[in-house]
């Protein structure tokens, strides 16, 4: 068992080190991570539309992989 983070949006962070993104690998949009709870699991999240799955219009949009 590990010890708890302390409480906090910052908690373990450097305040002078950048963020670093969360992008979709199959849309190329920023995510977030949405905390769980006891009763619900962590997720990853589109931060525009708060949805897990990529919106269909990005999906035709994205890159090509491998080209």
């Known amino acids: 068992m590990t010890a708890?983070?302390?409480a906090g949006d910052q908690a373990g962070r450097d305040p002078e080190r950048?963020?670093?993104p969360l992008i979709c690998p199959r849309c190329g949009h920023e995510q977030q991570v949405v905390p769980g709870g006891p009763e619900r699991a962590v997720k990853v999240v589109h931060v525009g539309t708060?949805?897990?799955a990529c919106e269909p219009g990005d999906?035709?949009?994205a890159?090509?992989?491998g080209t």
């Open 4 to 6: 708890p983070h302390p």
């Open 18 to 20: 950048p963020r670093i």
């Open 50 to 52: 708060g949805r897990e």
């Open 59 to 61: 999906l035709a949009r």
């Open 63 to 65: 890159p090509d992989e």
